[in-house]
């Protein structure tokens, strides 16, 4: 029986060579709208992965609509460009669509010199903190006239099929949203007049590019925001949306940006929005397309195989392993590099207005400076660390042609992934540590585990360089009483060799403290299984199941010097990770510094002076040292040594693994 991941499908006239859909992504490539040579390279490698359709952009429908970052289709001199970039996708045997998009009150006007936002209603926007311009009726004409117009120069371009986004906050679905839309007109008031506008820019873009011309539309199946567009107001929607030959499939989305509800961290399912997409396959008669947090070809398929929806979207699990779709083609699923939900590259770079990079994929965004590498003299290469950096610099060694010996003290590779993927909800960075050690392994590296790195060791195997990714150590603060028999490691607790009492105190709130009371908060709760059998027998209602979900059995406080908690948390992450602390109940004590650990807790100076916070055990996570005890030794050797990682300098995963690769291509 055939794998339904591969079976063709038809969009309008389309055929598509199997169900795997990479979404349009914020990528911030583009230069003044323009396609650029890092994008094309980038979408280039997805299409050779093995992607059936490949949407890029979004692309944008005026000079209001989006940041220059994005590609650009509201101009005719943009069309070149669009041309190049949809024949990289046809010669890597995708399809290829372009995602049109206005960012309404979404778009802050830093990117457009100063303009004012535009929206349906004059209602400030928490996203961007700005209140947008109330678009009269003559603006909305010349909207629609733009997405009919940007639609024409896609189809023109050479592209397979347009797709419109009529969700996530942007302008389309703020005009269906009663949260954003109050106006008294005809494009406001009744579910009617909110639909007004979506279908006109709808109609307009099929009289644009014509019956055949396969038109994609993304909606939310769910906005996820209190007093907005929920689930069944939605699947209605999906069915105007769908009708009169406007659409011919559907993209489920989930969410707006400002929704209190997490929408693609680790914490997310796997899958676990598909249900929204098999609401509006109830109630459509075109293809359906679910997405989010679908990052392995086991969860597609099983989709697809229970009739959830007939294509899957998977965005940063192709960022993560472009060669995803044809490892699982080839039958090669414990080759591929999944996706980790963590955000460090893909969203948290945005944040800064950068291009898009990944955690688990150094290359990802790189790929023209970062192409195929051959040694022009093979050496031996000894990597001294099997955590993250020293995987990622075996990888990359091995791959430019050197032999390659990779020494790690402890019985296992992947390090400090390990203990971030303790908590419930983080899995997926011991997920990573598995990826990595799999794909040392394919790369032939000789892995030597339970052996320490010593001078010693080094001289026996004679390597020609070294690169030395020995790691970091917990730091032990100098206060009195740390050394305490109620005092342990946040390092010992996520590692199960050290087990709190009920009362705990946590000295440090940055990400290893975060992560420590995120771990010891679920101690006692409903894991998803028992939630699943007593909710499934209605053993108990709905309240006090959730109460028991959240409701642990220790009673915990985070104490941090600084005025935030997670300050080292990136920012697409961050405030997950604090909504879940309030959630299970766990205290936070900001701008309050340790001064002595005793037998009855913590003394503590705060705003209110020196207090007693009571604890049957203090868990230390002020942070990490280095640990780099062979670099003096090395260089006494004359052996060329690189340092990485928190061996040179603590820092986040994501750039451990990016130094490591670099120093594994010795660059």
């Keep these: 029986m055939r794998d339904p991941l591969y079976e063709p499908i038809r969009i309008n006239k389309l055929e598509v060579r199997n169900r795997i859909y990479l979404p349009a992504?914020?990528?911030?490539?583009?230069?003044?709208?323009?396609?650029?040579?890092?994008?094309?390279?980038?979408?280039?490698?997805?299409?050779?992965?093995?992607?059936?359709?490949?949407?890029?952009?979004?692309?944008?429908?005026?000079?209001?609509?989006?940041?220059?970052?994005?590609?650009?289709?509201?101009?005719d001199e943009l069309i070149p460009g669009l041309a190049?970039?949809?024949?990289?996708?046809?010669?890597?045997?995708?399809?290829?669509?372009v995602q049109l998009n206005h960012a309404g009150r979404y778009n802050p006007s830093l990117f457009m010199e100063g303009r004012e936002p535009v929206a349906p209603s004059a209602i400030a926007s928490r996203f961007t903190k700005e209140t947008p311009h109330a678009l009269e009726k003559e603006e909305i004409r010349e909207i629609v006239e733009s997405f009919a117009a940007a639609a024409g120069r896609v189809q023109k371009a050479g592209?397979?099929?347009?797709?419109?986004?009529?969700?996530?906050?942007?302008?389309?679905?703020?005009?269906?949203?009663?949260?954003?839309?109050?106006?008294?007109?005809?494009?406001?008031?009744?579910?009617?007049?909110?639909?007004?506008?979506?279908?006109?820019?709808?109609?307009?873009?099929?009289?644009?590019?014509?019956?055949?011309?396969?038109?994609?539309?993304?909606?939310?199946?769910?906005?996820?925001?209190?007093?907005?567009?929920?689930?069944?107001?939605?699947?209605?929607?999906?069915?105007?949306?769908?009708?009169?030959?406007?659409?011919?499939?559907?993209?489920?989305?989930?969410?707006?940006?400002?929704?209190?509800?997490?929408?693609?961290?680790?914490?997310?399912?796997?899958?676990?929005?598909?249900?929204?997409?098999?609401?509006?396959?109830?109630?459509?008669?075109?293809?359906?397309?679910?997405?989010?947090?679908?990052?392995?070809?086991?969860?597609?398929?099983?989709?697809?195989?229970?009739?959830?929806?007939?294509?899957a979207a998977m965005g940063r699990g192709l960022i993560a392993d472009p060669e995803l779709p044809e490892k699982a083609r080839q039958g090669r699923e414990a080759d591929i590099l999944h996706c980790i939900g963590c955000g460090q590259g893909c969203m948290d770079s945005l944040f800064r207005m950068a291009p898009v990079e990944c955690l688990v994929n150094p290359r990802a965004?790189?790929?023209?400076?970062?192409?195929?590498?051959?040694?022009?003299?093979?050496?031996?290469?000894?990597?001294?660390?099997?955590?993250?950096?020293?995987?990622?610099?075996?990888?990359?060694?091995?791959?430019?042609?050197?032999?390659?010996?990779?020494?790690?003290?402890?019985?296992?590779?992947?390090?400090?992934?390990?203990?971030?993927?303790?908590?419930?909800?983080?899995?997926?960075?011991a997920v990573l540590a598995r990826d990595l050690a799999r794909q040392v392994e394919l790369r032939g590296v000789r892995v030597e585990t339970g052996k320490e790195a010593t001078p010693e060791l080094i001289r026996k195997y004679g390597p020609d360089r070294v690169i030395l990714c020995t790691g970091g150590a917990p730091i032990t603060p100098d206060i009195p009483g740390a050394d305490g028999d109620n005092?342990?490691?946040?390092?010992?607790?996520?590692?199960?060799?050290?087990?709190?009492?009920?009362?705990?105190?946590?000295?440090?709130?940055?990400?290893?403290?975060?992560?420590?009371?995120?771990?010891?908060?679920?101690?006692?709760?409903?894991?998803?299984?028992?939630?699943?059998?007593?909710?499934?027998?209605?053993?108990?209602?709905?309240?006090?199941?959730?109460?028991?979900?959240?409701?642990?059995?220790?009673?915990?406080t985070v104490v941090e010097m600084l005025d935030k908690t997670g300050k080292d948390i990136g920012p697409s992450t961050r405030w997950t990770m604090k909504q879940e602390m309030a959630a299970l109940g766990i205290a936070s004590r900001t701008e309050t510094k340790a001064l002595e650990i005793t037998s009855e807790g913590l003394r503590a100076e705060t705003a209110n002076g020196t207090e007693l916070l009571p604890a049957d055990s203090v868990v230390l996570a002020v942070g990490t040292r280095s640990h780099n005890p062979l670099q003096t030794e090395?260089?006494?050797?004359?052996?060329?040594?690189?340092?990485?990682?928190?061996?040179?300098?603590?820092?986040?995963?994501?750039?451990?693994?990016?130094?490591?690769?670099?120093?594994?291509?010795n660059e």
């Design 25 to 75: 992504m914020h990528l911030d490539m583009a230069d003044t709208f323009q396609v650029t040579d890092k994008m094309k390279a980038f979408y280039r490698e997805r299409a050779k992965g093995g992607a059936g359709l490949v949407c890029v952009g979004f692309a944008t429908v005026d000079e209001r609509s989006g940041s220059r970052l994005n590609i650009g289709a509201h101009k």
């Design 84 to 97: 190049e970039l949809a024949q990289e996708i046809r010669a890597g045997g995708a399809a290829s669509a």
């Design 159 to 311: 592209f397979d099929a347009v797709e419109i986004l009529c969700g996530t906050g942007y302008l389309i679905s703020e005009f269906l949203s009663p949260l954003t839309n109050q106006r008294e007109d005809e494009y406001g008031g009744s579910p009617e007049n909110r639909l007004r506008f979506p279908l006109e820019v709808l109609r307009a873009i099929r009289g644009a590019v014509g019956p055949d011309f396969p038109l994609v539309v993304r909606m939310n199946g769910n906005d996820l925001m209190p007093g907005g567009m929920g689930r069944k107001d939605l699947r209605e929607t999906a069915g105007h949306l769908s009708g009169e030959g406007l659409a011919d499939a559907m993209h489920v989305n989930v969410g707006w940006h400002e929704a209190p509800v997490p929408q693609i961290v680790p914490s997310v399912p796997r899958g676990g929005f598909a249900y929204l997409a098999r609401g509006i396959k109830e109630a459509v008669d075109v293809p359906v397309i679910a997405s989010h947090r679908i990052n392995d070809p086991e969860t597609a398929r099983e989709l697809l195989a229970s009739h959830m929806c007939d294509m």
């Design 365 to 429: 965004g790189h790929e023209l400076e970062l192409g195929a590498q051959s040694a022009a003299s093979p050496q031996r290469v000894l990597v001294a660390g099997g955590g993250p950096a020293g995987m990622s610099a075996a990888m990359a060694a091995s791959e430019a042609g050197h032999e390659v010996i990779l020494v790690e003290r402890s019985r296992q590779l992947g390090g400090q992934l390990h203990l971030a993927g303790a908590p419930p909800g983080r899995e997926e960075f």
């Design 487 to 556: 005092v342990c490691q946040a390092w010992e607790v996520l590692s199960r060799r050290a087990y709190p009492g009920r009362r705990v105190v946590i000295v440090g709130g940055g990400a290893a403290g975060v992560e420590t009371a995120l771990y010891l908060g679920r101690k006692g709760t409903l894991d998803s299984e028992s939630l699943k059998f007593l909710l499934s027998h209605n053993v108990e209602d709905c309240d006090t199941l959730r109460g028991l979900c959240l409701s642990g059995t220790k009673e915990i």
């Design 634 to 665: 090395v260089e006494s050797m004359s052996i060329p040594c690189s340092v990485v990682g928190d061996a040179k300098e603590p820092g986040q995963a994501i750039h451990a693994i990016r130094q490591g690769y670099l120093a594994g291509r």
